[in-house]
């Protein structure tokens, strides 16, 4: 067990959660895909830190803050798309298209 | 033997990521994502890292599931027993097909200068030294986000004022 393997899986997992991204219709399903793509860095970022010759604590200090920012994020995004189903009924992302574009 | 059991968690993990993009109804994503996010906590493990397993399944598997279900099921329409992938994905698939194909070049091209195998296991005690002396602040300030988000989840999220009636009526998709 090397640490190409932890890169190779946190490559993976964050490239399924860009393709969550670009291709998902739903708020709530781009929200998920994020969640992945976060995981994915953490992965890495602990991986990273184990496999080091010195060790060191960083990587999952960082971790940590990752987590913490996620849960923030999950909580405002559900915020503003509850808002946004409750103004136009929809959580379709295709569909917001207040500021045009 | 850890290889064994790397490739279990990692195909946990990717099953449930497969299955989070894929899936046509909400709800099974939701708990597809908490298979990958189990698998993520196992590669934890595997790396030593037994507290972020925890504060994984803690945070992750306790706390966000639970809130992205209670917003699924707030904000219920009849598109989400359907909720597919818009007309670009083919592009989409393109991009992080080919995204992939990058980082795995990039890794595969210098892992010679990380071939070692052995992993150091930082205790938890190591691990709060760090993070209460040298990442004080920054500690400081992730807890003011929290408290800031917390606050502004509540604002933007409660009952709307008058201003904010709805353009199509939400009792027209709400079942």
């Keep these: 067990m090397m640490l190409i393997h932890f890169e190779l899986l946190g490559a993976g997992l964050f490239c399924l959660g860009v393709y969550g991204v670009l291709a998902r219709r739903s708020g709530v399903m ?4 994020v969640e992945l793509m976060l995981n994915a860095v953490n992965v890495n970022l602990v991986a990273f830190a184990a496999f080091r010759d010195i060790p060191t604590a960083t990587g999952q200090v960082i971790a940590i803050f990752v987590i913490t920012i996620a849960a923030a994020e999950v909580a405002l995004a559900l915020a503003i798309i509850m808002r946004l189903f409750r103004s136009r009924g929809s959580v379709n992302v295709d569909q917001i298209d207040l500021m045009g574009g | ?30 708990l597809f994502l908490l298979v990958s996010l189990a698998g993520v906590a196992g590669t934890f493990v595997l790396l030593y890292a037994e507290f972020l397993a925890l504060v994984q399944v803690l945070i992750y598997g306790g706390a966000i599931i639970i809130v992205i279900l209670f917003g699924l099921m707030l904000t219920r ?19 992080s097909i080919g995204l992939f194909a990058l980082l795995a070049y990039a890794f595969l091209a210098d892992s010679a200068l990380y071939n070692s195998s052995t992993r150091e296991a930082i205790s938890v005690e190591e691990l709060g030294r760090e993070l209460f002396e040298q ?39 709400q079942r």
């Design chain 2, 77 to 95: 329409t009849s598109e989400y027993e359907a909720s597919g992938e818009n007309r670009r994905w083919p592009f989409a698939a393109l991009v």
């Design chain 1, 30 to 33: 781009i929200l998920m895909a």
């Design chain 2, 135 to 173: 990442w004080a602040v920054p500690f400081e300030i992730a807890s003011l986000i929290l408290i800031v988000a917390l606050i502004g989840a509540v604002v933007i999220g409660r009952a709307a004022p008058e201003d904010d009636e709805p353009e199509t009526g939400p009792g027209s998709t």
């Design chain 2, 1 to 30: 033997m850890g290889l064994a059991f790397f490739y279990i968690a990692g195909a946990v993990t990717l099953f449930g990521a497969i299955g989070v993009v894929v899936t046509r109804n909400v709800v099974y994503a939701a």
